[in-house]
């Protein structure tokens, strides 16, 4: 029979007690957490061959689709239903790092502070992922536009003080142009100031070196020219092993429309028949090599592969993998 000792009653005492703090939400072990609102850095790592590929955030940024994309808003609507968004989409900004073994290389840079206050998160990235910006040897471009060259300075000096950086020289030439940036409209002044202030300090330093067209840059790593978006815009094309990876740039921006309809163009492409024709090209050559492919604003890590689907291209987001 149970008896109501002492003893008993303490534990019973102390068990209620506890009972009415976990009911009234007391008790410092079971209060609510603040919510933390942040994720991890934001890199991602694979290997290509012998080469390792490192994804890396510079943030994200919302765009107006609707309003930007050739497609009826109506119809972008419904695309981007089909895949739970909306707009306006939150857009990933990417870069990518390649160590060859020999060569580290950065491309694309991020924005910093030229395309608003979500973004500039490439360099503090780049740390995360075990590299630091003096460690890159060269920084390729895939164009001039300002959330692909903002990155390349921090607080007014070289944010990567070993590097060369490279792009196609019809690209430099046109967004380096006092004159192209006085007969421009108003609106499109930023990026030619955007251009200018990013790569115009490794002109003066003798840290930047142009190329044309389709080029071998180092071993494994060469340039694609893919023109529309932009004058000069170029992907690149990096080999390893027999294992392939195309960097695509700008080809792409929505992944839930264009990837359906590849003929559908952004207000940004300045030449939108040569940008729909590059991506077709340059996708085809993708499914045909059986290649990674690297966006710079499809959803972070923005790698995957595609398949072809008649006129369309199914993405196939890579496997996550952890390094060992």
């Known amino acids: 029979m149970f008896q109501f000792t002492l003893t008993n009653v303490a534990r019973a005492t102390a068990l209620a007690t506890a009972m009415t703090l976990v009911a009234a939400g007391g008790g410092s072990a079971m209060a609510a957490a603040p919510m933390a609102k942040t994720s991890a850095p934001g890199y991602f790592r694979l290997m290509l061959g012998a080469f390792e590929v ?18 009826p808003a109506a119809k972008t609507y419904q695309a981007l239903a089909k ?7 939150e ?5 990518y790092l390649i160590n060859t073994g020999d060569r580290v290389v950065l491309i694309d840079t991020g924005a910093a502070g030229l395309f608003g206050p979500t973004l500039g998160k490439l360099l503090a990235n780049l740390k995360a992922s075990g590299y630091e910006p003096a460690q890159i040897d060269e920084i390729y471009l895939t164009h001039l536009h300002p959330d692909h060259v903002g990155g390349l300075m921090s607080n007014g000096v070289l944010a990567f003080p070993n590097a060369i950086v490279r792009a196609d020289q019809d690209e430099s030439d046109y967004w380096l142009s006092q004159a192209n940036m006085d007969r ?3 609106a499109s002044k930023g990026f030619f100031q ?5 790569l115009t300090p490794y002109v003066t330093a003798n840290k930047y070196k142009s190329f044309h067209g389709n080029t071998q ?23 390893s092993e ?4 195309l960097i695509v740039g700008d080809l792409i921006h929505v992944a839930a429309v264009q990837f359906d309809k590849p003929s559908i163009t952004i207000a940004f492409d300045s030449d939108p028949k040569a940008a729909e024709a590059a991506r077709g090209k340059v996708f085809m050559q993708a499914v045909n090599d059986g290649a990674l492919i690297a ?30």
Do not use: C
């Open 217 to 239: 840059l180092i071993p494994g790593v060469r340039s694609l020219a893919s023109v529309g978006h932009t004058i000069g815009h170029t992907s690149y094309a990096i080999e």
């Open 83 to 89: 895949s739970f968004l909306k707009a306006p989409l």
């Open 54 to 71: 490192t994804a890396l955030s510079d943030g994200t940024v919302e765009l107006p689709i609707d309003q930007l994309l050739s497609e």
């Open 295 to 324: 966006a710079a604003h499809i959803q972070f890590p923005g790698l995957g592969h595609l398949r072809s689907i008649g006129k369309s291209y199914q993405w196939v987001p890579v496997n996550y993998t952890q390094m060992r």
């Open 91 to 95: 857009t990933s900004v990417n870069a």
């Open 194 to 198: 955007g251009a200018m202030g990013s």
């Open 184 to 186: 421009a409209p108003a």
């Open 242 to 245: 027999g294992q392939k990876l």
